[in-house]
């Protein structure tokens, strides 16, 4: 089992930044990809950015540019700095983790980015 605990949503103006934080209840070497996705209302989940084990990564054509994932595998947590924040980027922020080719969410946290 692996739990995901997410920190770091709210509310900020567009043009702002926001950096959230994925803490995982196991060590993160064990994990061979980590993701963010997110999922604003009426519309399906979807993934934002990617990180693994190696460090390689990959983001989704809407944040490229703006978003980065990074993992800091000695405090088992996963950031993702998101910079110039558009009103199109508020969602419930949700981290993921696949492990064993099975896949686990954390809670979700809100994102609201006003105009």
């Known amino acids: 089992q692996v739990q995901l605990v997410e920190s770091g949503g709210g509310l900020v103006q567009a043009g702002g930044s926001l950096r959230l934080s994925c803490a995982a209840s196991?060590?993160?070497?064990?994990?061979?990809?980590m993701s963010w996705y997110r999922q604003a209302p009426g519309k399906e989940r979807e993934v934002v950015a990617t990180v693994t084990g190696s460090g390689s990564t990959n983001y989704a054509e809407p944040v490229k540019g703006r978003f980065t994932i990074s993992r800091d595998n000695a405090k088992n947590t996963v950031y993702l700095q998101m910079n110039s924040l558009k009103p199109e980027d508020t969602a419930v922020y949700y981290c993921?983790?696949?492990?064993?080719?099975?896949?686990?969410w954390g809670q979700g946290t809100q994102v609201t980015v006003s105009s």
């Open positions: 993921s983790a696949l492990r064993s080719m099975r896949r686990y």
């Open positions: 196991i060590s993160i070497f064990s994990i061979s990809t």
